[in-house]
C-alpha cells in the first residue's frame, strides 16, 4: 500500500510539475518537485523502491516530454537508487538531513545532464548565463524535500501507513 | 558457468543496477538520432496522460488569466486608447504600402504569391511544458487523429475571417501520438532556423541558446543587421516553411571570430505565456 501510495504521487506531481508549476514559478525559477519526492521517497523506504521510484518518474519525462528516451529515466533512477542506498544511515526525523542529501542529489543530476547532453552534441558554451538559476533552483528542492520529508509523514499518518520504520 | 552464475547471484543488485545504466546509455544512443516514430507504450502513456495535463493546464491558465485581469484593469483605458491611435497609425501606413506594392510589377507579383500561400492549419492547446534550465520543450493536444506530422510546423496567430494572421514562430513538431504531440521550441539549446533578414534579404542561422534566448549569425561574414530589423524563415533545410515571422533584431554585437556579427533575437512569441497555437501542416 505504501508503494502504491508513493507510485500515485509521484505521477500526480509530474501532471502538476509539467501543466502547473510553471504558472506559479518565482523569479524564473520551477522547483524540480519530481527530484525532491524521489529523495524523499527513497529515504523513506530503500534502494530498490527508489529505484524503481525514479524510473517511473524518469519514464514519464522520456514519454511525454522530450524525443531522446532514457535521460531523463537514467538520472532519476541513479538518484533513486542510490538514496535508497543510504537510508539506513539517515536520521530521517531531522528535516535537514533531507535538505543536505537532496541538495547534494540535485548537484550530481545536474552535473550528470550536463555531461550527458555534452556526449550528445550539444556544448552549452553559455552554461555560466543559467549557473545562478540552477544554484538557486538546487536550494528552492533542498528545502522542499525538507517540507515534504514532515508533509509525508503527515499524510501517510493520515492512510495510517508507517514511513519510519520504529512507528 | 556455475561460478558465474554463482556471482551473479550473489551480486544480483549490482547485476541489476549495472545493466538498467548499461541498458538506458544504449537507448540514449540509439534515440538521439530522431526516430520516425514513438512506441505504442509511448502513445499509450501519452494518450492518457496528456488529457490529464491539458485539465490541470486549463486550470492554471484560468488563475494566471484571472491574476493578470485584475492586475491590469487599471491600465485597460489606457493602453485602449494607444492600440486606437496604433490602429489609425497602422491603416494610414497599410494604404502608402499598398500604393507603393501597386506602383510595383515586382512587388505586385510578389504579393499576389504570398497572399496564395495557405497552408492547412489545425488550432492545438499547449497542455504541458518542460521549460526547465535544459530544455524548452511543449505538448499539444493534436496528433495523429487530427492530422499531425512530424516536422510540422507550429506558431503563435490570430484568427480572422477564417483566415489565420501569424504572429510568431514557435517550434516544429518532433514526435507524434495518437492525440499529443511533443513540440521542440526554437528557443531550446539544441534548436537551429534560418533566417532571412526582411529588411537587406542577409541570411543566417539562429540557434536557441541555454538561457531560453535566440541569437544568430550569418552565412557571408560581411552580412550585418540594424536594432530593430526583422527576422523570417529563409525556408533553407527545408525543416521550417519560408517566411514565417521569428522575432526582431534586439541587439548586433561584434564577435572577431570568423562567424563576425553576432545577432540577438527578441522572439516574436512570448514563450511563458502560450496557450493556444496553431500547426500548419506542411504537406511534406
Known sequence: ?167 | MVIKLKFIRKNIKKVLFTGIIIFLLFLIGITSNERENISGTENIAGVLLSRTQKFVYNIGQTFDNAFISIQSIAKAREENNALRNKISELQQENRTLSDIVYNSQILKAEYKLRMNLEYEYTEAQVVSKLDGNWFDRLVIDKGEKDGIKKNDIVVQASVSDDNIVETGLVGRVVDVGYNWAKIITIIDESSKVSFRVLENNEAGIAEGNIDSTISGYFFNNHSSANEGDKLVTSGLGEIYLQNIYIGSVEKVENTNDAKNFKLYVDPAVDFSKLYKVFVLKAGR
Open chain 1, 1 to 167: 500500500m505504501k508503494k502504491v501510495i508513493m507510485i500515485v504521487i509521484v505521477i500526480l506531481n509530474f501532471i502538476l510539475q509539467t501543466s502547473l508549476y510553471h504558472f506559479i514559478g518565482c523569479f524564473g525559477i520551477i522547483p524540480n518537485v519530481s527530484l525532491a519526492l524521489v529523495v524523499v521517497f527513497a529515504l523513506y523506504s530503500d534502494s530498490i523502491t527508489g529505484a524503481f521510484l525514479g524510473i517511473i518518474t524518469g519514464l514519464l519525462y522520456d514519454i511525454m516530454m522530450i524525443d531522446v528516451f532514457g535521460i531523463y529515466t537514467l538520472l532519476f533512477f541513479l538518484v533513486g537508487s542510490i538514496v535508497g542506498l543510504i537510508n539506513e544511515d539517515v536520521n530521517k526525523e531531522n528535516a535537514f538531513s533531507f535538505f543536505w542529501i537532496t541538495l547534494i542529489s540535485a548537484v550530481v543530476w545536474h552535473l550528470l545532464m550536463y555531461i550527458i547532453l555534452f556526449f550528445l552534441g550539444l556544448e552549452y558554451k553559455e552554461i555560466t548565463l543559467i549557473t545562478g538559476n540552477i544554484i538557486f533552483e538546487i536550494i528552492v528542492d533542498a528545502a522542499l524535500a525538507a517540507a515534504l520529508s514532515k508533509f509525508m509523514l503527515y499524510l501517510f499518518n493520515k492512510f495510517n501507513i508507517k514511513l519510519l520504520s520504529r512507528q
